[in-house]
């Protein structure tokens, strides 16, 4: 399994793809939508999308952006998007993607990974793996659309 799954970064040309792999996070995306977004990120120097591609496939993608932090010293890299295509779960993809995402913060010099995932019922099982992974839940967010 490990040998058939390879990373490697978003272009402009995986802009349909990725729409369909936020789509199964629950998150309906059409490919226009996702153009918007992917064009600000693809050009911010801080964001970093990486995709997980097996048997020639795209399944997995890896939203990332480091930051700095205001109560502390030193800086961190979050998580802001994390999808394993439905049909490809339970095959150890997502441990390949968080693997990177912690690789990619030590070659950056970022002292922390956090991971973003919203408190729905049907998170339940990624907060189970994000657990089995080594992450501790520590905070709440808060959203208010204005």
């Known amino acids: 399994m490990l040998n058939e799954v390879t990373l490697r970064d978003a272009h402009e040309g995986d802009v349909e ?14 490919a226009a939508e996702m153009q918007v977004r992917m064009e600000s990120i693809f050009v ?12 020639g496939e ?4 890896a939203g990332l952006v480091k930051g700095n932090y205001y109560e502390k010293n030193g800086k961190y890299l979050r998580v802001l998007a994390f ?4 049909t490809a779960r339970n095959l150890g993809i997502g441990k390949i993607l968080i693997k990177a995402c912690e690789d990619y913060a030590v070659e950056k010099g970022l002292n ?22 080594g992450y501790a839940i520590r905070s709440s967010g808060f959203v208010k659309q204005v």
Do not use: C, E, W
């Open 17 to 30: 793809i990725i729409a369909d792999l936020m789509t199964d996070l629950s998150y309906p995306t059409t």
């Open 58 to 61: 795209i399944v997995g993608m």
């Open 112 to 133: 922390t990974v956090i991971i973003n995932s919203g408190n729905r019922d049907d998170r339940k099982v990624a907060h189970a793996f994000y657990q089995k992974m």
């Open 44 to 55: 911010h120097p801080d964001y970093k999308t990486i995709l997980a591609v097996y048997n």
């Open 83 to 86: 999808v394993v295509k439905q």
